[in-house]
């Protein structure tokens, strides 16, 4: 690995991976650089990073939607007019809250604050969300519920190595973030590493060979699991006593609740044989500090967060960890594993639609008079909470929804669950904004798209799974015609007559945002560009300091969880199941996840050649034996029907699967995602809708031996 180039880190996933980048005739050259996280890694998607910045239908004129029903190139000058003149009329006839805002969790720190301000300064709307409630919603509130404080990884990364078990579950981190797979090295080598997923995923996989166990549940019953595991660490007493007493409340309620869910119980309903589920609590228990194990880790991913019980799922999880004494020990652990680049912060500074900036919530006065005193507005003037995601698209075109919506940075033709819906809703806009760098299937059907930089293009900070702030550095210019959305903002609030300022400069809007967020749970006032520019990434909190600078807080809870009372809270929980759950006309469960080479909706990857053509379509992961009674063969058609939608897509045979499962990735659009037939219905806590797991009926989609 070089070190030479700019240093930054890649555009993708949450691991977010340093990469050294060099410019070079038509675009950059992109190197691994050494980091705790990736050590010098970087996974296939990290690599060929640069071909989004030349790609070939690249956006690089505003884009407006003409009486002839085609997008038309326009001046910023014309499309900037025209979006602020119709969102004027919008908010005079309907009221603020009739224009909504989408945001991502890709989006910078000092872009995600903007357009948190933007919304509730410049908009005056309460409804702005984000696509960060599709990912880590249900996991911060279980978090925020039982510990205090939601940062995925409340430790280093690196820390995982040490581990004698770590407990993974719903997670395929050999695809998603590959270069992490190497912090499980010491829990497989000592046999310790246990992957929960209905698939033999390439995850599952690492634990072949003596290094681990696989439980392969029936989609949805996670929670059993866990409720069973606890029973089992409760019963066989190996629960960390003096650790319960001291640094937990809520014990006795818990061990009535899992009191039930002896493992032949839980077997009948998860289909994980009995004696698994106590070897598995043994396994965790034997590697805990009380039982003088080098330390043990629980871990969760979206297979067991995208479900309608989602925080219930989480929260079964901390209980696991708490009864074992793992959580604020170092070397031991609960955490959630966030999936986009900038998911962390993106949910810290104010695109959720309860929070303001510094993890503070809006409903909190003295929240309000802070953050209201640094954009130099009145408290009342802020709006309060708004629509979760879900229910926010669902609003559109009832009475009193949203009219007009700006999406900042998502693709949610592609990636919103009951995406047919969802598209009509989007097509009955009286106005729809895309931000975007390429045509997505979302700014096709908008009405004005406007183009903006991306990653190598622009300056930033990004905060990573392991609440890391790190640096993003402007490499190369952009491309003509394209503007940062801090400058599409700071003009759509100067034509809209705004009060407050909108800075231009991300180190100034950093500066301003670490200042909101002062006093908050997440703290960054003792971050700058220029301190983490000649310093290490730090983690947050980093308050400001009068005397000696503050290091970051790489651990957090090693003294105290930051609740009231200081103490981690055992919360009970039941377990439904999903809620489009199988039945006669349905009897397949449909699982959706990820492969190694895309990302997301796709918008990114499948423009770049050597993914596209590696995978250039979805497919239908089924078992032989379901296979053979539909008469289904590799690589033909089958059809899936549920009752939101169907598909076609060609058959994979492979019994790395449940006979009773389909499973299809969701990073395609049209008449290709898999969200055509997705749950809509969400996590009552959280919000989060039940991506994982809905029903379907599967049949041959061709006469049988006929090809796709
Ligand atoms: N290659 C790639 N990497 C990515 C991304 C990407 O799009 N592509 N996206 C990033 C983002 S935003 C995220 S959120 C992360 C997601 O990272 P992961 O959570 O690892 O990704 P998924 O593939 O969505 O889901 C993980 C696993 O859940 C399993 N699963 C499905 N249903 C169930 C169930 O009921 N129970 C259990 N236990 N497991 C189930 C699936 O079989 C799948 O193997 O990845 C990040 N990294
Ligand atoms: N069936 C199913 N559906 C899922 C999931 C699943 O597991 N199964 N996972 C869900 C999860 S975890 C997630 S995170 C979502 C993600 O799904 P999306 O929200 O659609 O995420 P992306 O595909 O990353 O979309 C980002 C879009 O914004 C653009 N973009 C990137 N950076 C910027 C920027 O800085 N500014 C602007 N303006 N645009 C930018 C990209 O080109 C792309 O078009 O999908 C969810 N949908
Ligand atoms: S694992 Fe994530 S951050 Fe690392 S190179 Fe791959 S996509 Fe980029
Ligand atoms: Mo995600």
Redesign the pocket.
Known sequence: MTASGVSTHC?YCALQCAQALTPVAGGVEVDGRDFPTNRGGLCRKGWTSAA?LRAPDRLTTPLVRGTDGALRPASWEEALDLVAERLLRTRQVHGADAVAVFG?????NE?AYQLGKFARVALGTANIDY??R???SSAAAAANRSLGLDRGLPFPLADLGGAGAVLLLGSNLAETMPPAVQHLAGARARGGLVVVDPRRSATARLVEGGQGLHLQPVPGTDLVVLLALLHVVLAEGLADAAYVQERTSGLADVQRSVAAWWPERAERECGVPAGLLRRTARLLAAASPTHGGPGAYVLTG?GVE?SSQGTATVTAAINLALALGLPGRVGSGYGALT???N?QGGREHGQKADQLPGYRMVDDPAARAHVAAVWGVAPESLPGKGLPAVELLRSIGTDGGPRALL??????A????NVDEVRRRLRGLDLLV?????P?E??QLADVV?P????AE?EGTLTSLEGRVIRRRKVLDPPDGVRS?LWVWSELARRLGSPGVFDTDPAAVFDELARASAGGRADYSGLSHERLDTGEALHWPCPATSGAPHPGTPRVFTDRFPTPDGRARLVPVDHHGPLDDVRPDAPVYLV???VLQH??????TRRVPELAAEVPQPWVELHPLLALRLGVEDAAPVRLTGRRGRLTAAARVTDTIRPDTVF?P?HWGGAES??LL?NDATDPVSGMPE??VCAVDVQAGAPRGARA
């Open positions: 555009p989004v991502g969790g890709g989006l910078t872009k696509n960060g599709f990912c880590m979206r995208q999936g986009q680049g998911g999406v900042h940075g998502s693709n949610l592609v990636s919103a669950p895309v931000c975007d760098f390429v997505s979302t700014a406007l903006v930089t991306q990653w622009e959305e959706t996840g990820r990302y997301q909706s796709g918008a990114q299809m969701f898999v969200n997705t991506f994982k």
